[in-house]
């Protein structure tokens, strides 16, 4: 089995690394001035259940 003759250094693996961090997703809020409630960018809103100003889905029982 080979192994490593050296040591790796910290900045090669950081670099290495360096596309593996997280993100959180970009929530913006609703935009049904009835609504304003934070969804997902380009998803239906859950709790009105409308896109782009159209009516996709049956909005949310309270």
Do not use: F, W
């Not at 192994?3 to 790796?8: A, D, L, Q, V, W």
């Not at 935009?31 to 996709?56: E, F, M, T, W």
Request: proline fraction near 10%.
């Amino acid at each position: 089995m080979a192994n490593p003759k050296y040591k790796t250094p910290r900045s090669k693996t950081r670099k290495r690394r360096s596309h593996l961090a997280l993100t959180l997703p970009n929530v913006v809020l609703c935009s049904n001035p009835d609504c304003r409630a934070p969804k997902l960018q380009h998803h239906v809103c859950k709790a009105c259940g409308q896109y782009d100003g159209k009516q996709i889905l049956a909005p949310a029982e309270k």
